[in-house]
C-alpha cells in the first residue's frame, strides 16, 4: 500500500462485513484472496467455518506446482472452498497466464469442479481470450471488468476485447471495482455506464455477477455505494434478471452450497 490509503490499513473482518452486508440487502459474500499464499487460502477457510456470511472462498494454491494436486485434495475437502486465483495483473511479464506449467495447473482444476478468477489489466485480455480458447469446460469468471481506464473514459481495444472473451460461453464477469479506476474522490454512477453496457451486451444477464471488492472499495466509495452503481443501472431490468445479477449467477458459477 502507499499513501492515500489510510482508509483501508487495518483489519477488515467479516463482523464488520456483516454489518454492510445487512444494510444492503444481501446475506452472504464470496471471499477472495488477495495474498499469494496457502497460508491465507487457510485462514479464509478458517473464518468461513466461523462465520455463515462467507458462501464461499477463492483461494490461492500454487498452481505451477508439482504437488498441485495434493494441495487441491487437501482444500477442496472443505464444502466453501469454491475457486483458485493467481495475481496475474501484477506478474512482469504480460503473457505469463499462458505459461507451460500455469496452463498445466489450470488442466488440473476441472477434476475438482472449481472455478478460476482471472485477475488482469487490460493489456492482458487478448493473452486472456487465448487462454480460455484452451479450457472451454473450465468455469473462469473475470474480476472488475478487466479494470478498464475509466478515468481516462478509454472504452477502445478494451470493449473489443471484452467481446471476444464473452464469446466464450463458459467465461462469466464480476463487475466490481471499477470506482477504484477513476478518481477516487470525484466519480458519478454515470461514469461507469458505457461500460457496464459493454459488460451486460457482451455477456448478458446470465453471465454477470455483482461484486463490491470490498475493502479495497473503501478508497473511493462505502460498500453500499459501490453496489447501488449497478443495482441503479438495472432498475429497468425484469425482476429475473436483476435476481441472476444480485446472487443466483454467483450460486451457479462458484457451485455455492447456500
Request: with cysteine; aromatic share 12%; charged share 25%.
Amino acid at each position: 500500500m502507499c499513501g492515500g490509503m489510510e482508509t483501508i490499513m487495518k483489519d477488515h473482518m467479516p463482523p464488520q462485513l456483516d454489518e454492510e452486508l445487512r444494510k444492503a440487502g444481501f446475506s452472504g459474500s464470496v471471499a477472495v484472496q488477495a495474498r499469494q499464499s496457502i497460508e491465507e487460502t487457510e485462514w479464509l477457510l478458517k473464518l468461513a467455518d466461523r462465520y455463515d456470511i462467507i458462501k464461499g472462498v477463492v483461494g490461492w494454491v500454487d498452481l505451477q506446482s508439482s504437488n498441485l494436486e495434493e494441495q487441491l485434495k487437501k482444500y477442496s475437502k472443505h464444502p466453501r472452498f469454491v475457486g483458485v486465483r493467481h495475481v496475474v495483473q501484477d506478474e512482469p511479464e504480460s503473457d505469463f497466464i499462458l505459461g507451460k506449467n500455469f496452463l498445466q495447473g489450470i488442466a488440473t482444476l476441472k477434476q475438482f469442479d472449481l472455478a478460476y478468477d482471472i485477475l488482469i489489466f487490460p493489456r492482458h485480455l487478448t493473452h486472456a481470450i487465448k487462454f480460455v480458447e484452451k479450457f472451454p469446460e473450465q468455469t473462469f469468471i473475470l474480476d472488475h471488468i478487466a479494470k478498464p481506464y475509466i478515468r481516462d473514459k478509454k472504452i477502445s481495444p478494451w470493449k473489443e476485447d471484452i467481446e471476444q472473451l464473452a464469446a466464450h460461453p463458459n467465461v462469466y464477469c464480476k463487475v466490481s471495482g471499477m470506482v477504484t479506476e477513476t478518481y477516487w474522490n470525484g466519480w458519478k454512477p454515470e461514469d461507469f455506464y458505457p461500460y457496464l453496457d459493454v459488460i451486460f451486451k457482451s455477456f448478458g444477464t446470465n453471465r454477470v455477477m455483482i461484486g463490491s471488492d470490498w475493502p479495497v472499495c473503501k478508497l473511493a466509495g462505502n460498500y453500499s455505494q459501490v453496489l447501488s452503481i449497478v443495482i441503479d443501472y438495472m432498475k429497468d431490468f425484469p425482476e429475473k434478471e436483476k435476481a441472476r445479477v444480485l446472487g443466483e449467477n454467483a450460486i451457479k458459477a462458484y457451485k455455492l452450497k447456500i
